[in-house]
């Protein structure tokens, strides 16, 4: 059995490139012409012109953050969806009141490719304990093993006693759920004196994967491996045998950009992860912005699959935070930086130093002077309403951790 899901995952990075930046004048045409939303989002865009990265950055970006919103405004998807109900097999709903339609295509959200990394095969039994009520996880999963041609036994979530029993009379070959979920299952089977040495695989999802569960479940005999997923994108990212980041998916263009703008960063940098996905017809997002920080690895992954890596989810890029009471956002820091070109990258550090609320925008800078801190200062007030300090530090001090606002403050 081949170690890859198809041809595409070892093709030569540059023909990638190449075939995907192809696909995306059709692309942005489909859904400036079948989705409201974007006959007006990308109104001004020649679909034909965008045939590079550096044209797609020009596009604005799609925040999930804004989506419950723009459904309220314009229901029932916000105008996003290309057709009606008929192109749409089920909608399901998402914490915040985020809708989510599945189309009709098999392996809609495109998950089969990671469940196949992670060494799923046809005629397996797979225990799916996502959750399958209005939520989608189950089903993306349960579609993702279908087409690898396994069987699913549908458990969900809770009921943990009555799971560890079917998984012992039924003995599954993996799991997909939530690594704490599948700590909860053998732990429980620990308890009852039963048995689940039929586990050899899992994908995990929907949490962070610490490296001691990691290494506990390794020790029962469970490899498990990442999936990096989103109900509105499908699979993003995946891990593979080489445990070394996460191969992005074949079915979309990802670009890490600095939290708060549509700015692309430089690979190594941490930022705001922004996908399109490249073939789904009936949701076309274009420049859709997860929420989440991570940053593209260097070289390619020892597994032999030439897509490039996401270092894994390092946190969120709403850093949204008030300040005396008004709200201070990653944007307005891109805002005030947009204003003076000799800044660098730059950390808006908010402390309450004897009580009181102060900001301090620390600037990389090779050679500040006054004026430019003036400069910064007046900009810093006129953008947020609020006084704060520029402080000037050494261009590549600040950490490449993705956050724009810190918030220092003391609750006590």
Not at 21 to 28: E, G, Q, S, V, Y
Not at 153 to 162: L, M, R, S, V
Not at 364 to 372: D, F, M, S, Y
Not at 387 to 396: I, L, N, T
């Amino acid at each position: 059995m081949s170690a890859f899901y198809d041809a595409l995952e070892t093709r030569d990075p540059e023909a990638r490139e190449r075939e995907q930046l192809a696909r995306l004048p059709d692309h942005i045409a489909h859904a400036r012409s079948q989705a409201p939303a974007y006959a007006r989002l990308l109104a001004d865009a020649d679909p034909r012109e965008i045939t590079s990265r550096a044209a797609l950055a020009a596009l604005p970006v799609t925040r999930k953050s804004d989506l419950a919103s723009m459904q309220k405004g314009a229901p029932p998807l916000g105008g996003f969806a290309a057709g009606d109900w008929s192109t749409q097999l089920r909608v399901f709903a998402s914490p915040g009141s985020i809708y989510e339609p599945e189309g009709r295509a098999p392996d809609y959200w495109r998950i089969a490719r990671a469940l196949h990394a992670a060494g799923f095969r046809r005629g397996e039994l797979v225990h799916n304990a996502f959750a399958y009520h209005m939520t989608p996880a189950g089903a993306m999963l349960e579609s993702a093993a279908h087409a690898l041609g396994c069987t699913v036994f549908p458990a969900g979530t809770g009921q943990t006693e009555q799971q560890v029993h079917a998984m012992a009379h039924l003995c599954p070959d993996g799991y997909v759920g939530t690594p704490s979920f599948l700590k909860i299952l053998l732990d429980k089977a620990d308890e009852l004196g039963v048995a689940l040495g039929s586990l050899r695989k899992a994908t995990v999802s929907g949490e962070a994967f610490p490296a001691p569960l990691r290494t506990a479940f390794a020790a029962r005999g469970i490899d498990a491996l990442q999936l990096y997923a989103t109900a509105d994108l499908g699979s993003i990212a995946y891990e593979t045998p080489a445990r070394e980041g996460l191969v992005i998916d074949e079915g979309v263009i990802v670009e890490i950009v600095r939290p708060g703008t549509g700015q692309p960063l430089a690979d190594g940098e941490v930022g705001e992860v922004v996908v399109t996905p490249l073939f789904n017809r009936d949701y076309p997002l274009v420049r859709f912005a997860t929420g989440d920080l991570s940053a593209i690895m260097p070289g390619r992954s020892p597994c032999g699959r030439t897509n490039a890596r996401l270092r894994g989810w390092l946190g969120r890029a709403d850093q949204t935070t008030k300040v005396r009471g008004m709200f201070v956002q990653p944007g307005q820091v891109a805002q005030v930086l947009a204003r003076h070109p000799a800044a660098g990258r730059a950390r808006l550090v908010v402390d309450n130093p004897e009580g009181m609320d102060a900001m301090t925008l620390q600037v990389e800078c090779a050679a500040p002077e006054p004026a430019l801190r003036d400069g910064m200062i007046a900009s810093l007030r006129d953008v947020t309403r609020l006084r704060g300090e520029v402080a000037f530090v050494a261009p590549g001090s600040l950490p490449n951790d993705g956050k724009v606002i810190e918030d220092r403050r003391k609750l006590d």
